[in-house]
């Protein structure tokens, strides 16, 4: 248990809720300017097609059209679209559907709407491929030169790697099935689910001179800053990102978006601010989701549940372009001595997929979870008493964390959930409605380092804080301003935040990652000692004086790992005539470290719960194989979870102690929708002694399941 | 947990007002509303919104939520799919809720309309914003307009709603940040306090 502290630890209102509730808050949207001119962006009907000719002479000669962009006049590369291949603002070939063929802008909205029709483009359509393992099958229509298997990356370069699985090993495999008493495999599937976020994608870019101004709702100001800078060739202090409300991302609004550079060129090319709006259904096809996964285990335990042996072969299907790693994990919660997991992230003509909250965990967790879970249904172990036996105690059994609650998170999770009472063998309930438990345990990485913070104190007692965050929704202005006023040992009526703008704040580690409270919140605690020192030294600022601090550490973990830890406790009930599943009881525990603000913290781990939910229970990307078009982009035809679908969700926090991160904090935002659809497909299967291995779990697969 | 008095968070939202208003205003906004070019044609139309008058000439297929957005200046209604799905542009039309997304312009001639903005009552906010910051309401907030404007509805019809029926009330409301149970919350204490004004 942490010590209690005067300002961080206690439930506080967001500084900025106001704004929020008065409708005054200016999400990049809200921003117009004089003069400016709306674009549109006209995108591929075809999941893969050459283009032989694009003519744009009638949709130029429109009412109000004032510029188009094409692949054949602009070949801007889009850097952060594609880490691997060399990505174009507009490509050819188109590689799915929904995939940029041009931009124009006009006067208005609707002039720019009716113009795109006047573009005519000649396709010479090519076969494509959607599914991620027919995609590395021989034969399969290579997307990219090279075939589909897509390289290996790193973060920290840009040069494509070797074409090979991702893989990792310890232990010997074969020895451990060997030693085994019992090897179990199976098999499972996930989909693409889109991240969804309420505010669609904008981007206004204005010229001043030889300045460009972008408002763009982004998950870090400072990466989409760089981003557009490096795309457009110009030097970082002639680019300016302001964000100064963000209507969510959950990871899909991280680094610059192509939307950022078409309106730059566009506003470039006409001398007039240009403000781009994508509707919700290009949103969803045309930005990116979470992966859709395919994954293989085979698992060696002993008679006692002892895990001997893990394997994992895995496929991530990518779309077309790979913007992030397509990792599956899961696998790393438990010890074991043997492990092999191989995962093959893939080109298709499906929508591009990237991150999306806790991006290679909750479908790696519904299938580790869930073999597990048939493991000790099997040996017929309580799945509890499984956890605690098998969890991991040190990262891939070798590295210390820094702090872990995850055995602690089991055990009060178990209690409180009152798990001994409710549990009854799976399948056992007689009738047609049937209840059932399950729990699942995951994490995510509470990393440290680099990030920056400036702090201000005037002579009226006033801090002022410069923070690069934008505040994604997480209520990181609130968090920030609790750390400056609990380091400063002030209340928080005397601190101004002021953030979301490239010219006045200095850098800060982007919003993705569950790292802005560790990495600028820590930054934030050391430009505080500086302060103070200079506040013992010199005195309090007087009249038109101010003191100035700065900070940017780059915390290392001496050896160590650092993870916050989640353990979820479930509890359906299924109709196994009309195949609903209906979740009567919720509990989230989690393992945070210090919790700085209870408050927001509370409704980040209710909100990722209830994100889960939608993942296991409706939502996916349905394609129409022999088309190769999406059919049900948008909030109605994902079936997202409404005021109506949610059920309580109990969040318990164990407040471990941890000498990293500001005043021990460790993440809070990703972990809540890690365990959740491993949970959930457990306690179905607890419900209705039949497992459901391919996602959504929807009332056609649990009829069919049961019948 | 330490309970928050109705004392501490007004002081402190009124922090969260100070603080924005210290920043200094990027480029102002030009809300006026403008004579249409030859190019489109516009008929003349009567609007009463949040109270006060307004004639605007528009053309016949812009939504009530692009004219109150892009030509009153009123952008606390968010537009988050512009096709009747997400509720973020809800706004109330002679009282009642209503997508103004998908609902035009020229079809609200002669109504009252009432936005977001028009909530507060000058320095005093509406019982039911209190709660949203009191029960941390918006996370990213981009749904929170349309989440208060289907509450301020449900409370001018039924003062006393129960669980079931605020859910249903505000089913037409998506928070993809998916905070539904602090916006239930905020309703219900809202209406445990003998309800919303007006």
Redesign the interface.
């Known amino acids: 248990m942490v010590e209690e502290l005067k300002t961080v630890g206690h439930s506080t209102p967001r500084i900025d809720g106001l704004q929020r509730v008065t409708g005054r808050a200016t999400y990049s949207a809200d921003v117009q300017l004089p003069n400016m001119l709306y674009a549109r962006v006209l995108r591929s009907p075809h999941p893969h097609a050459r283009i032989l000719g694009i003519d744009v002479a009638r949709a130029l000669a429109a009412p109000g059209v004032k510029a188009i962009l094409t692949h054949e006049n602009c070949r801007l590369v889009w850097s952060s679209g594609d880490r691997v291949n060399k990505r174009y603002l507009f490509n050819n070939p188109v590689r799915f559907v929904g995939d940029a063929v041009a931009a124009l802008a006009a006067t208005n909205r609707h002039l720019a709407e009716e113009a795109l029709k006047l573009i005519q483009v000649e396709y010479e359509t090519l076969d494509f491929v959607l599914d991620a393992e027919e995609a590395l099958q021989p034969g399969a229509v290579e997307i990219h030169p090279g075939g589909n298997l897509s390289p290996i990356i790193s973060f920290r370069s840009t040069e494509p790697g070797k074409r090979e699985p991702s893989t990792y090993v310890r232990g010997d495999l074969e020895k451990g099935f060997a030693a085994s008493d019992f090897v179990f495999e199976d098999r499972y599937v996930s989909k693409h689910v889109n991240n969804a976020q309420m505010e669609p994608r904008v981007a206004l870019a204005h010229w001043e001179g030889d300045k460009l101004t972008v408002w763009t709702p982004t998950q870090g100001i400072a990466n989409c800053h760089r981003d557009i800078a490096r795309d457009l060739n110009l030097a970082l202090e002639k680019v300016r990102v302001v964000c100064q409300y963000m209507g969510g991302g959950f990871g899909n609004k991280n680094q610059c978006q192509d939307t950022d550079l078409m309106a730059a060129q566009l506003a470039k090319e006409t001398g007039r601010p240009v403000k781009l709006e994508l509707s919700r259904k290009e949103d969803f096809v045309c930005v990116h989701g979470r992966w859709p996964t395919s994954q293989n285990y085979k698992v060696g335990v002993l008679k006692d549940g002892t895990l001997q042996a893990i394997q994992m072969r895995g496929y991530s299907g990518m779309g077309p372009y790979r913007k992030s790693g397509g990792g599956i994990s899961g696998v790393e919660y438990f010890r074991c001595p043997n492990v092999k997991t191989e995962i093959y992230p893939a080109y298709t003509n499906m929508a591009v997929s990237a991150n999306f909250r806790g991006p290679p965990y909750p479908q790696g967790v519904f299938g580790i979870a869930s073999i597990l879970d048939h493991i000790a249904h099997e040996l017929k172990i309580d799945p509890v008493d499984f956890y605690l036996k098998n969890v991991t105690r040190k990262f891939r059994d070798s590295i210390p964390y820094t702090s872990s609650g995850l055995l602690e998170c089991i055990r009060q999770g178990a209690k409180l959930f009152e798990w001994k009472k409710r549990w009854h063998p799976a399948g056992s309930q007689q009738g047609p409605i049937k209840t059932g438990i399950g729990l699942a345990a995951g994490g995510f990485g509470a990393s440290v380092g680099r990030s920056s913070a400036v702090l201000r104190l005037d002579s009226e007692g006033r801090l002022w804080l410069h923070v690069g965050v934008t505040d994604i929704g997480t209520g990181a202005k609130t968090t920030m301003a609790l750390i400056a006023a609990e380091a400063m040992g002030i209340d928080m009526d005397k601190v101004r935040v002021i953030s979301g703008d490239t010219d006045r704040t200095p850098y800060s580690v982007g919003e993705s990652g569950s790292r802005t409270t560790s990495y600028t919140g820590y930054a934030i605690v050391e430009a505080a000692k500086d302060l103070k020192q200079q506040l013992a030294a010199s005195g309090p600022p007087q009249g038109d004086e101010v003191l100035i601090a700065e900070a940017t550490p780059s915390p290392r973990l001496e050896g160590k790992v650092r993870y916050s830890f989640a353990v979820h406790f479930v509890e359906v009930e299924v109709d196994t005539e009309l195949g609903g599943v209906r979740v009567l009881k919720y509990l989230a525990v989690h393992d945070s470290g210090r919790i700085i603000n209870p408050l927001t913290a509370t409704s980040q781990v209710q909100g990722g719960v209830i994100q889960g939910l939608g993942m296991a229970l409706h939502e996916e990307l349905l394609y129409d194989e022999n088309t190769g078009i999406p059919l049900n982009p948008g909030y109605y035809g994902a079936r997202v979870m409404t005021h109506v679908d949610v059920p309580n969700v109990e969040v318990h926090f164990v407040e471990t102690e941890d000498a990293y991160g500001p005043f021990g904090a460790k993440a809070v935002g990703e972990p809540p929708i890690v365990p959740v659809v491993g949970a959930v497909a457990n306690a179905v299967f607890n419900a209705i002694g039949k497992r459901i291995k391919e996602l959504p779990i929807t009332r056609d697969k649990i009829i069919g399941a049961v019948s | 947990?330490?309970?928050?008095s109705r004392r501490s968070?007004l002081?402190?939202?009124?922090?969260?007002?100070?603080?924005?208003a210290?920043?200094p205003a990027?480029?102002a906004?030009?809300?006026q509303s403008r004579p249409l070019?030859a190019?489109?044609r516009g008929r003349e139309i009567h609007l009463k919104v949040n109270g006060k008058d307004h004639r605007l000439e528009v053309?016949d297929?812009w939504t009530l939520a692009e004219v109150l957005?892009?030509h009153l200046g009123?952008?606390?209604?968010?537009?988050?799919?512009?096709?009747g799905?997400?509720g973020?542009c809800t706004v109330l039309l002679d009282g009642k809720s209503l997508y103004s997304c998908s609902y035009l312009a020229v079809w609200a001639e002669g109504k009252e309309i009432s936005?977001?903005?028009g909530?507060?009552e000058g320095t005093q906010?509406d019982p039911l914003?209190e709660a949203?910051?009191?029960h941390?309401?918006?996370?990213?907030?981009?749904?929170?307009?349309g989440q208060?404007m289907s509450a301020k509805a449900l409370l001018n019809s039924n003062p006393n709603p129960t669980e079931a029926e605020?859910?249903?009330a505000?089913?037409?409301?998506?928070?993809?940040?998916?905070?539904?149970?602090?916006?239930?919350e905020a309703v219900l204490a809202t209406s445990g306090k003998g309800g919303s004004r007006g």
Do not use: W
């Open positions: 947990m330490k309970p928050i968070f002081e402190r939202s009124g922090t969260g007002m100070a603080a924005a210290a920043i990027l480029e906004p030009t809300f070019p190019e489109e053309e297929h957005r892009d009123l952008t606390g209604t968010r537009v988050g799919c512009d096709r799905e997400c973020a936005t977001v903005e909530l507060a906010l914003q949203f910051i009191e941390d309401g918006p996370q990213c907030g981009f749904c929170t307009s208060l605020a859910r249903q505000l089913a037409g409301n998506i928070c993809r940040c998916s905070n539904f149970n602090r916006y239930l």
